[in-house]
T-cell receptor
Framework: SQKIEQNSEALNIQEGKTATLTCNYTNYSPAYLQWYRQDPGRGPVFLLLIRENEKEKRKERLKVTFDTTLKQSLFHITASQPADSATYLCALDGVGSGNTGKLIFGQGTTLQVKP | DAGVIQSPRHEVTEMGQEVTLRCKPISGHNSLFWYRQTMMRGLELLIYFNNNVPIDDSGMPEDRFSAKMPNASFSTLKIQPSEPRDSAVYFC?????????FGPGTRLTVL
């Protein structure tokens, strides 16, 4: 069955540094991968989508890479700020999702940026 | 648009009672998803609809859970009878293409 792994331990970094979060998956070849941000008490918020034929995607201070050989995505936040502190979830399109957009989510990694 | 609307935001009930969670999707979004989130299991997909039709309910844990989408503007998730292990945050999300838009969630506590 599909399996998605994200670092379960919280990531603590200093303000201004680059945060790098990892998402690994097995037993599947997704057409695309998405990253979401979730703040306490709120629903996840979509950040970026990267397709299988794309190596890298950027949006402001965010960068996502997608290595289909390693079955891994890296999510980078450059010049991190305390406001970036949140839980970040990666998600893959589910088997047989077709155009319905079914997603399978990882457990998420909590990022804490210290001033 | 107000985004995805869920009600109630909090629900506390006793074991054995029926619980109904409600969701109003973003207008024009043709896919609707119900998720459950717990610390132990993370965000789990329960069921999703496409154009008001249930497509995949393989994530529904038991027959105690049921979901309906009578029209494009409304969906319900019902638990009958509820059990303490159903305590979780339940999210509704909708999409037009690939990215999903989540509601604020309903925090359910079953005593």
């Amino acid at each position: 069955s599909q399996k998605i792994e994200q670092n379960s331990e919280a990531l603590n970094i200093q303000e201004g540094k680059t945060a790098t979060l990892t998402c690994n998956y097995t037993n599947y070849s997704p057409a695309y991968l998405q990253w979401y941000r979730q703040d306490p008490g709120r629903g996840p918020v979509f950040l970026l989508l990267i397709r299988e034929n794309e190596k890298e995607k950027r949006k402001e201070r965010l960068k996502v890479t997608f290595d289909t050989t390693l079955k891994q995505s890296l999510f980078h936040i450059t010049a991190s700020q305390p406001a970036d502190s949140a839980t970040y979830l990666c998600a893959l399109d589910g088997v047989g999702s077709g155009n319905t957009g079914k997603l399978i989510f990882g457990q998420g990694t909590t990022l804490q940026v210290k001033p | 648009d107000a985004g995805v609307i869920q009600s109630p935001r909090h629900e506390v009930t006793e074991m054995g009672q029926e619980v109904t969670l409600r969701c109003k999707p973003i207008s024009g979004h043709n896919s609707l998803f119900w998720y459950r989130q717990t610390m132990m299991r993370g965000l789990e997909l329960l069921i999703y609809f496409n154009n008001n039709v249930p497509i995949d309910d393989s994530g529904m844990p038991e027959d105690r859970f049921s979901a309906k989408m009578p029209n494009a503007s409304f969906s319900t998730l019902k638990i009958q009878p509820s059990e303490p292990r159903d305590s979780a945050v339940y999210f509704c999300a909708t999409s037009e293409r690939s990215e999903q838009f989540f509601g604020p969630g309903t925090r359910l506590t079953v005593l």
